[in-house]
């Protein structure tokens, strides 16, 4: 596997932030759009597809924390329990460039201590963890809906294997839905070999198509 690296931070198309990892040349977002992107995969067909009054998200990737930027800021009357997996958390001075860049929201979430639950706003209770992805389950199905935002199968192939959906499968309650950027066949075919209902959607700008898989 290879190792997190510095970053450095960019704008992208739409004028959101994003950022650069140069060991293994992948960014945060998309640079075609940061934001249009998270709007599109996470939120659109992600989140406004369920009309449950309390939803539980599972994020893999919290990156520099905008698709859960987006996803409270969006949540409507809808509670929302968020538990976002991220092996390799922004550091101190990272957040605070954020910060100064006037990504206040996103440098609020990215500095909490991992480990403990915290509410940002009525509806909305945040939790950070730095688990590996590798080593993640969950002892019984927990959550509605995962944002799987980890970086690329080109760049991490191992984060996109039989046994990492099988254990968001499992993660998933019955009606459940994980929803994704990546659209590659070897992706959808494992989704499927797992149990997932896997369909194809239109993608971001760029994009030809994303992936949304459903547990029924």
């Known amino acids: 596997m290879k190792k997190a690296s510095p970053r450095n ?15 293994l040349d992948e960014h945060y977002h998309s640079i075609h759009g940061a934001k249009t992107e998270s709007q599109h995969v996470f939120i659109d ?6 009309e449950k009054e309390a939803v539980s998200i599972l994020e893999v990737g919290l990156g520099t924390g905008l698709n859960a930027k987006l996803t409270l800021e969006q949540k409507g009357n809808r509670s929302i329990t968020y538990f976002a997996l991220e092996k390799f958390p922004l550091a101190a001075e990272e957040i605070a460039e954020i910060r ?10 990215l500095s909490v201590i991992p480990g403990q639950k915290h509410t940002f706003a009525p509806g909305f209770d945040f939790e950070l963890s730095t688990q590996d992805l590798r ?9 509605d809906l995962i944002y799987f935002d980890a970086f690329a199968p080109s760049a991490q192939p191992e984060l996109w294997s039989q046994e990492i959906f099988k254990n968001m499968y499992n993660a998933l309650l019955p009606g459940g839905m994980l929803t994704t950027y990546c659209a590659k066949g070897v992706v959808k075919r494992t989704m499927k070999a797992v149990g997932f209902e896997v369909e ?6 760029r994009k030809r198509e994303m992936t949304r898989a459903w547990k029924r």
Request: glycine content about 8%; charged content about 10%.
């Open 45 to 50: 067909a992600g989140l406004m597809a369920f």
């Open 135 to 143: 080593t993640f389950t969950t002892a019984q199905p927990s959550f």
């Open 100 to 109: 100064a860049l006037g990504h206040e929201l996103e440098a609020n979430l």
């Open 200 to 205: 194809a959607l239109p993608g971001p700008p």
């Open 9 to 23: 931070f960019t704008t992208s198309a739409d004028g959101s932030l994003t950022m650069w990892v140069p060991k």
